[in-house]
């Protein structure tokens, strides 16, 4: 049973790393297209990560552990003062000539959730398959889309393709089968507090992300149909949250 279960959670973690990368993937192959439309991919992304936040992840998350409202703190300041640490000190000594932090930070916000995803996967399917295979269902859906949009944000930034391409596969992909080779042997030791307390500091991440980061880039393009994107973004993630339920 054991190895089933290792093995499931191995092959579901792949399968999202998959998705993400297949995300980057698309976005790389037609950059034109994609820089053409990055208000709406960010716009769309915005909608899923704000609207997972606040609708399952927060509530989860203190349910599951009395620190959870310090831990949403502590990621959401965390992620914040990340990027004041990059944009005041790193470019302030090296005379960065781009606004690397714009793209760096997100990219560490959006790969620490991903990250986050992988411990989860091994805790659902250590409690049965069925509640690991209904988690995975909801969980690999954002991964399409946030694979693109930390790639966007990083050639925004000033990375070039290749680069951003890397970093956002290393970030967003790599991180969630390695959050679960890493906490798959832990499981027993992962208690329930633990996991929530984690959970509350991913969702304070991607809240900024979300919010601080996408959604001021969206309003400075100022495109006609971004709002029709995020209310779609919205719509992708009441559908991941029914499919949990």
């Known amino acids: ?5 290792f093995a499931a959670v191995v092959l579901v973690s792949c399968l999202a790393c998959l998705v993400t990368a297949a995300g980057i993937y ?7 297209w994609g820089r053409a439309h990055s208000a709406y991919f960010m716009s769309f992304a915005a909608g899923v990560l704000i609207s997972v936040s606040f609708m399952h992840i927060i509530p989860r998350a203190f349910e599951m552990s009395p620190a959870g409202p310090v831990s949403l703190l502590v990621g959401f ?40 995803d992988g411990v ?18 909801g969980m690999v859906l954002h991964e399409f889309p946030e694979g693109i949009v930390t790639f966007i944000l990083l050639e925004r930034a000033g990375f070039s393709r290749r680069k951003s391409a890397l970093y956002a596969f290393l970030a967003a992909a790599l991180s969630t089968p390695l959050g679960t080779v890493i906490s798959f042997p832990l499981i027993e030791s992962i208690s329930g507090p633990l996991l929530g307390s984690l959970l509350a ?15 001021p880039a969206v309003e400075a393009e100022n495109r006609r149909y971004s709002v029709l994107a995020l209310a779609a973004g919205v719509a992708v993630a009441l559908i991941i949250m029914m499919s949990k339920t």
Not at 81 to 110: K, Q, W
Not at 201 to 215: P, Q, R
């Open 201 to 215: 500091a991913s969702a304070g991440a991607l809240v900024y992300v979300g919010a601080v980061h996408l959604l």
């Open 26 to 32: 698309a976005i790389s192959r037609h950059e034109p």
């Open 1 to 5: 049973m054991v190895t089933f279960s």
């Open 120 to 137: 989860i996967y091994s805790v659902t399917f250590n409690v049965s398959a069925l509640t690991g295979v209904l988690a995975a269902i």
């Open 77 to 116: 300041l965390g992620i914040y003062l990340s990027n004041r640490f990059v944009r005041m000190y790193v470019c302030h000594e090296y005379e960065c000539t781009r606004d690397y932090a714009m793209g760096v930070i997100p990219m560490l916000g959006i790969g620490f959730h991903s990250f986050i």
